[in-house]
């Protein structure tokens, strides 16, 4: 098997895992915005940032957003997928460019950290914008709940899914290259 197959391969995996964390954990982190909702499917597409890149990372967000579009956030349409897309793409690119300089423990927290602060702040006006021209939001009750919603999901979002990136990075990165490697020693 090609180099190329392994990793489309490997991504593909990572994707499917990733929509599969996305419609089976799903709950409200804010009481007062039970409509925001965390779910760890970001997890995937930071793996996958790490092991291959920031744009293996994007390939991933972008077939979840996808997905995510046409089932579990349809009533939000393509204005959903297009603020998920923003979001975790903006987290997976930063995390990845800079996990892909600073390659060991520090350099995946200092990325994990930058990038969730990156994502928390590219949300500001992702939702000025979108929340209040397609969703018919008012502006002033879009900002009135910048700082004590908004904000706080993103960075809470971010906190847990950096978080388990950390616990499971490790396993499940050792986990694909002992494929490879397997792989490899076989001879196929």
Excluded at 73 to 90: D, R
Excluded at 130 to 142: D, H, I, R
Aim: with cysteine; hydrophobic share 55%.
């Amino acid at each position: 098997m090609k180099d190329g197959t392994k990793k489309l391969s490997r991504l593909a995996v990572l994707s499917a895992l990733s929509i599969i964390l996305m419609f089976m954990v799903r709950f409200p982190l804010i009481p007062a915005a039970p409509f925001l909702e965390y779910e760890p499917g970001d997890v995937p597409a930071l793996i996958a940032a790490f092991l291959f890149g920031p744009g293996a990372g994007l390939l991933v967000t972008l077939a979840v957003s996808l997905v995510q579009a046409l089932t579990v956030s349809a009533g939000s349409g393509w204005i959903g997928a297009i603020m998920h897309f923003v979001a975790t793409g903006t987290m997976v690119v930063v995390a990845g460019s800079i996990y892909q300089r600073f390659h060991n423990f520090g350099g995946a927290l200092m990325a994990l950290i930058v990038s969730s602060l990156c994502m928390t702040t590219v949300m500001i006006p992702l939702n000025l914008f979108f929340t209040t021209k397609f969703m018919n939001v008012p502006v002033e009750a879009v900002r009135a709940m910048i700082f004590p919603i908004i904000v706080p999901f993103n960075l809470l979002k971010a906190t847990l899914n950096s978080c388990l990136t950390v616990v499971v990075y490790k396993p499940v990165g050792s986990f694909m290259r002992l494929e490879v490697q397997r792989t490899v020693g076989e001879g196929r």
